[in-house]
């Protein structure tokens, strides 16, 4: 399954592989710019079909990311599955309450986590060993902060709060408190 | 001439401060303001860079985010602010052809923006106040973590630049419309209307299209004081809501914070502050881009009525975009999430990516060009803007947000090459073309350290940008710390881009300092002797 993981690596290709282009074009225009040349008119069809290209890449990228990336879904119309575990979890002057249970789940389980926060802005985000992210959210006083994922990767994370909320708030990180289950296939194989 | 004297006397000893006019003193004072505070925040931004690799003992945690917190706004209203004031109060008059309404009101501005941004960073090196510029509710009113009369003065001193801001803007505005004295009577309302952009959106619907009041540049300048008028009254009113809460802590009351929906707030201060991030930024830039190419051709820009449409399109896009800010905020309202995170922000691709085009066809135009210092630094803005915007975009994307946001990616190769190569390189560029306009005719003291300016900002920049947003692809948050030197082999690259660019920064500082001269700088901030209202002194 996709995860976060894959996406960022299908960014940065298509980012770097846009800058490299884009760097390169300036420097050519900047070279070609202090030649001679017989005219420099720009045609208007090609002007316009620029604003096209634009308006494809704009419009597309969301239509390509909804359809590829699987939490957007999920993301987006919450209320409409039904989750397989929930976590009510809560934030208090710079520390996360966690459940007295220990955060475990079962691999390819849909988990929702519901924190709530007490004072502050404050953030929520899983990540991996490696420090990569997994995903986050913000966690706002006074409203329902939750987040619908589906864990299919076997492993052990970190829950660490992604937004500043005062420099006490900066070591808000519960280390290797979540742990995903070995999945069926990988465990038969 | 030796070393000494051309430090004392500046390049040859050209410039002649006793020559300038009001007007030319007034730009090259702001200037002056604008560079002394791009020094603050390279510095800052520097010790940031080292603490981002090590934590020195010198440097207490708290004084780190309270160098965070200062650096943005030290860098936009210190630094950017000064310089795109000194421009336009300079290009406006210039385009009009009359001159600036006001140069009293002016000095206004510049003295608030300079005393306002000294207060409030001032503030935060004493006391440590580190809300950041997010100010996200209700922690500019914990007064467990800071000092309240710290964040009294730190607020005052925003208060400072936004009532300069608000002079500055009246200064614009009336300058574009006003009969100055013996004059004939000016078409008022015919020239706001023109510099908003409602006239040419009612040209579109006339068979017989009328004449543009206002030139292009204009135009762009009056629209991103549109927003530039919108934010300051969102963070006044901010302002003042939170020096409340201060006052009455002072006074001993406590203020119940949960008065207050944090949200709501979010929503509201976020709308005001990306009027300026995607609101005036953008539209000054794209101003500044064609003015800049009419300066550097001497010919039209290409497809002026569609860049005058663009401008209307960005001003109107640049009200709905707020909520890509709010994309990780789960109470926040999928549709607002959608048509105005996603599907109006891909708009700022489209009007951005116009004014590249547009300006890349009018130098394309003019071939062959000479290689000079505003058309490199201008070609340079723009590969920034090329590189930030599309970084934007993709963040601005739902799915892509939940493992982006905070991260370094934001903050790097979007803020940081958007301000520092988009923007700042595009400044610069209007520096290098105006400065023998406004100083009679000085020359630069070295065209060697010209170019060290230009590659080392330009590599320094994009190489700064790229190495925080490979980091954050990997994880790393902004506005955190690691310890354990998680990412600093990330973090030392980024720390030797940064350094580059303290290094371009040095290379410009010197150069403008030696071709004005000690003693010009000096006599910059004398009053001036020729009595004028004049731009230019009459022989130039």
Not at chain 1, 82 to 98: N, R, S
Not at chain 2, 129 to 139: D, E, G, N, Q
Not at chain 2, 143 to 170: D, H, K, R
Not at chain 2, 201 to 209: I, T
Request: proline share 4%; charged share 15%.
């Amino acid at each position: 399954m996709v995860d976060s993981t894959i996406v960022l690596n299908g960014q940065t290709i298509v980012y770097t592989l846009y800058c490299v282009v884009i760097i390169l074009l300036v420097a050519w225009f900047g070279y070609k710019a202090t030649r001679p040349a017989k005219t420099g008119i720009v045609k208007t069809w090609f002007f316009y079909s620029f604003v096209g290209m634009l308006t494809v890449l704009g419009v597309s990228l969301h239509i390509v990311t909804s359809h590829t990336i699987p939490w957007v879904p999920v993301d987006l119309h919450r209320s409409e599955y039904v989750p397989d575990k929930t976590f009510q979890i809560t934030v208090e002057k710079h520390a996360f309450t966690l459940p007295s249970e220990e955060l475990v789940i079962d691999c390819n389980d849909l988990v929702l986590f519901d924190v709530t926060s007490n004072d502050l802005t404050y953030g929520f985000g899983v990540f991996r060993q490696d420090n990569s992210m997994v995903f986050q959210m913000q966690v706002v006083p006074g409203h329902k902060n939750d987040v619908l994922w589906r864990f299919d990767k076997p492993g052990v994370y970190t829950i660490r709060s992604t937004e500043y909320s005062g420099p006490r708030g900066v070591f808000m990180i519960e280390k290797d408190v979540l742990k995903v289950l070995e999945c069926k296939e990988s465990a038969d194989s | 001439m030796s070393f000494i004297k051309t430090l004392l006397q500046g390049e040859e000893g050209l410039f002649k401060p006793d020559s300038l006019t009001p007007m030319q003193k007034l730009v090259l004072r702001f200037v002056l303001v604008g560079l002394v505070y791009y020094g603050f925040a390279v510095i800052e931004g520097m010790i940031m860079r080292i603490y981002e690799i090590e934590p020195v003992p010198l440097i207490s945690r708290n004084q780190f985010f309270a160098i965070l917190t200062a650096h943005p706004l030290v860098g936009i209203f210190g630094s950017t602010y000064a310089l795109v004031f000194g421009a336009f109060l300079f290009v406006v008059p210039h385009q009009m052809k009359k001159p600036l309404f006001s140069i009293k009101l002016a000095n206004w501005s510049l003295g608030l923006l300079g005393v306002g941004t000294f207060v409030f960073w001032f503030a935060g090196f004493i006391s440590h106040y580190a809300p950041l510029y997010t100010l996200y509710w209700p922690l500019p009113a914990d007064f467990e973590q800071f000092s309240v009369w710290g964040g009294t003065f730190f607020i005052l001193g925003i208060a400072l630049v936004m009532v300069g801001t608000v002079f500055f803007i009246i200064n614009i505005f009336k300058t574009i419309v006003y009969t100055p004295e013996g004059w004939k009577k000016q078409p008022g309302g015919a020239l706001f209307a023109s510099a908003i952009g409602y006239s040419g959106l009612r040209n579109l619907f006339r068979k017989e299209k009328k004449e543009h009041h206002v030139s292009l540049p204009v135009a762009a300048i009056a629209r991103g004081t549109i927003d530039m008028t919108l934010n300051t009254a969102i963070i006044l009113f901010t302002g003042v809501l939170i020096l409340v809460y201060m006052v009455a802590a002072i006074l001993g009351f406590d203020l119940k914070e949960s008065a207050i929906d944090a949200l709501l707030y979010k929503n509201w201060f976020w709308w005001g502050l990306d009027l300026i991030a995607d609101g005036l930024v953008l539209i000054f830039v794209a101003g500044t881009w064609y003015l800049l190419a009419t300066m550097i051709t001497g010919k039209k820009v290409f497809m002026q009525n569609i860049a005058r449409v663009a401008l209307l399109v960005e001003l109107i896009v640049s009200w709905t975009v707020w909520s890509h800010h709010l994309l990780s905020d789960q109470a926040q309202p999928v549709i607002l999430k959608v048509i105005s995170g996603e599907m109006v922000t891909a708009f700022e691709l489209i009007t951005q990516g116009l004014a590249f085009f547009i300006t890349l066809a009018t130098l394309w135009a003019a071939r062959p060009l000479k290689m000079t210092n505003e058309l490199k630094f201008l070609l340079g803005g723009l590969l920034g803007f090329a590189l930030a915007v599309p970084a934007g975009i993709m963040q601005a994307d739902v799915g892509l947000n939940r493992i982006l946001h905070n991260t370094q990616w934001i903050v790097g190769p979007h803020v940081h090459v958007a301000v520092l190569v988009g923007l700042t390189m595009t400044l610069y560029a209007v520096v290098y073309l105006l400065f023998p306009i406004v100083t009679n005719g000085a020359k630069l003291y070295s065209q060697k350290l010209a170019n060290i300016h230009f590659w080392a900002h330009l590599v320094g920049g994009i190489g700064m940008g790229a190495f925080m947003g490979m980091a954050g692809l990997k994880g790393m948050l902004r506005r955190s710390l690691y310890l354990e030197g998680e990412f600093n082999l990330y973090m030392i690259l980024a720390g030797i881009c940064g350094a580059l660019l303290l290094i371009a920064f040095l290379a410009f500082f010197v150069n403008i300092v030696m071709s004005v001269g000690l003693q010009g700088v000096i006599g910059i901030f004398k009053p001036a002797k020729i009595k004028t209202k004049d731009l230019l002194p009459e022989a130039a």
